[in-house]
C-alpha cells in the first residue's frame, strides 16, 4: 500500500512540475494497453524502457506501447506470479521482479526468460523466504534481500547466471530482534539502502544500523 501511495505522489509531483513549465503530460491507462490500474512499482532501466510491476502482470513500455509479461503454468520461464511488486535493475542490467511471495525472477533479455529464484525449505542455503521487500546491489556485485520478517539474505550471481540456471547460494544475515509493541520481539525491517559512499544501511522500527560488510552482520 505505501509504495502505491509513493507512485501516486511521484506522479502527481510529476504532474505539478510539467504544469509549472507549460510542458505536456501524458496520461498512461489500461486504454493504452497497461494490464492493471493498480501499480506498484515503476522502474525505468538504463536501456530508456518504462517498467510497471501491476496487480496483474510485468509491463514494458517503449513508449509506444505496452509488452505484458504473466504467468503461464505450461511455461516454466514465465514471469513467476502476476502481481508484480518491486522492479529492480542492476549493474548488468539485468531486470528484477519481485512477485507476491512468489520469490524473485531476474529477466533475460536475449531469450526473454525468467530465471526464478525461490524459498525451499529442504534448501538451507537459499532464500530464507519468498517475500521480497528490497533489494539493493553493494560496491562488490552483491546482492542484499530483505526477506519480509526474516533475515537479510545475501547472494550473487555468476557472470553465467543465465547460461548454468543454478540457483545462488545465499548467506543470511541475522537482523536483531526488535519490539513491536504488544506483540513478541520480531524481525521488521523498513528497507535496506546504499549511500553516496557505498555503504550499507538497514532500517527497523525505530532503529539504523549500518551494516558491516565485510563481517557480515549487523551491530
Not at 26 to 31: E, M, R, Y
Not at 79 to 101: H, P, Q, Y
Request: glycine share 10%.
Amino acid at each position: 500500500m505505501q509504495r502505491i501511495v509513493c507512485c501516486c505522489l511521484l506522479a502527481a509531483l510529476v504532474f505539478c512540475a510539467f504544469a509549472q513549465t507549460g510542458n505536456r503530460v501524458l496520461n498512461i491507462s489500461t486504454a493504452d494497453g497497461l494490464s492493471q490500474g493498480v501499480v506498484f512499482d515503476i522502474l525505468q532501466d538504463s536501456e530508456g524502457f518504462l517498467w510497471f510491476g501491476t496487480k496483474d502482470g510485468l509491463n514494458r513500455y517503449d513508449g509506444y506501447r505496452f509488452e505484458v509479461f504473466t504467468n503461464d503454468p505450461d511455461d516454466p520461464w514465465s514471469i513467476s506470479g502476476n502481481t508484480v511488486t518491486l522492479l529492480f535493475e542492476d549493474s548488468k542490467g539485468r531486470i528484477w521482479a519481485a512477485t507476491d511471495n512468489r520469490g524473485v525472477d531476474i529477466y533475460d533479455k536475449i531469450t526473454g526468460r525468467f530465471h526464478h529464484i525461490l524459498y525451499d525449505p529442504t534448501h538451507p542455503g537459499g532464500l530464507s523466504g519468498n517475500h521480497i521487500v528490497t533489494i539493493v546491489e553493494d560496491s562488490s556485485g552483491y546482492f542484499l534481500l530483505n526477506v519480509d520478517g526474516k533475515e537479510i539474505n545475501r547472494l550473487k550471481l555468476e557472470d553465467a547466471f543465465f547460461e548454468k540456471q543454478q540457483p545462488p547460494q545465499v548467506i543470511r544475515i541475522p537482523v536483531p530482534k526488535q519490539d513491536i509493541g504488544r506483540q513478541a520481539p520480531g524481525t521488521i525491517l523498513r528497507g535496506i539502502v546504499k549511500d553516496a559512499k557505498g555503504r550499507i544501511w538497514v532500517a527497523g522500527p525505530g532503529v539504523l544500523y549500518q551494516l558491516d560488510v565485510q563481517k557480515r552482520s549487523l551491530p
